[in-house]
């Protein structure tokens, strides 16, 4: 069992930056985060794995970026130049299973979340 606690999220204005931090209770392979905004589903925005290999999704390439201190058991979402859109539940999530080469960036691909922590951007 995994435990994930998410902490920075907040409310910015466009344009700003904000970090997002995500602590396991314990070693992982793969830790990703998703977003949810009111009235759509839940959306993969970025997953890394333990030899820090990333995936970043197309909608967020370029302002944001993932990392992780495997000394810490603690994964980041840097997001920089932060729109309205981004507006969303960001939950941290945790996959066990041994790295194959893929990235995972379904949900369903993960057996561990966070709670989510919200991210409010202003125009």
């Known amino acids: 069992q995994v435990r994930l606690v998410e902490s920075g999220g907040g409310s910015v204005q466009a344009g700003g930056s904000l970090r997002l931090s995500c602590s396991a209770s314990?070693?992982?392979?793969?830790m990703g985060w998703f977003r949810q905004a009111p009235g759509k589903e839940r959306e993969f925005v970025a997953s890394?794995?333990?030899?820090?290999?990333?995936n970043i999704a197309d909608s967020v390439k370029g302002r944001f970026t993932i990392s992780r201190d495997n000394t810490k058991n603690t994964v980041y979402l840097q997001m920089n130049s932060l729109k309205p859109e981004d507006t969303a539940v960001y939950y941290c999530?945790?996959?066990?299973?041994?790295?194959?080469?893929?990235?995972?960036?379904?949900?369903?691909?993960?057996?561990?979340w966070g709670q989510g922590t919200q991210v409010t951007v202003s125009s």
């Open positions: 314990g070693r992982t392979v793969t």
């Open positions: 999530a945790a996959d066990l299973r041994p790295y194959d080469g893929y990235l995972a960036t379904v949900q369903g691909e993960y057996d561990y």
């Open positions: 890394i794995v333990w030899n820090g290999s990333t």
